[in-house]
C-alpha cells in the first residue's frame, strides 16, 4: 500500500452534539449534513441566512438543531462530538480552532483547510447505497 494524505473514516454522530458556529448558507449545508446523521447540531449564530433558518425550523431529515442567537464561546465545546464553523476572516477561524483544539475536538474551519483537523469527503447518495 502507498502512503495516504488522510485516513477515510466513518464517524458514528447519532445523538451526539455538534458545535456549529454560522448562520450562513454554507453552514447549513454542513448542518444538514450532520443532521442526517442523527447528530443534534447546536448552531451557534446571532442571524441566520434564511437557508439556515428554514433548516432549523424544519428539523432535517433526521437530526435535531438547536439554535443559540449568540456567538461561539469556550464554554460552547463542552460535551461536543466535532465543532464546525463558517469563519468571516482567518482570525475567526484561528481563535476558533484554537478554542477547539484547547477543548480537545476536532475541528474543522469550512473551506479554509489550515484550520482543520479533518476534512469532509464527497458524498454521493443514492441510498441505501452511499459513496
Known sequence: MGPLASLPVFFPL????????????????????????GA?????????NPVMANLIKTGGVNGRFVHHARPWSSDSFA?????????????????FYCAAKAAGVPVNVIDNPPFCEFQFGSIVNRSPVVI
Open 14 to 37: 447519532e445523538t451526539r452534539k455538534i458545535l456549529l458556529a454560522g448562520g450562513t448558507e454554507a453552514a447549513a449545508w454542513k448542518a444538514e449534513l450532520l443532521a442526517a446523521t
Open 79 to 95: 460535551g461536543a462530538a466535532l465543532a464546525i464553523a463558517d469563519a468571516a476572516s482567518d482570525g475567526e477561524a484561528r481563535a
Open 40 to 48: 443534534e447540531v447546536h448552531v451557534y449564530a446571532e442571524g441566520l
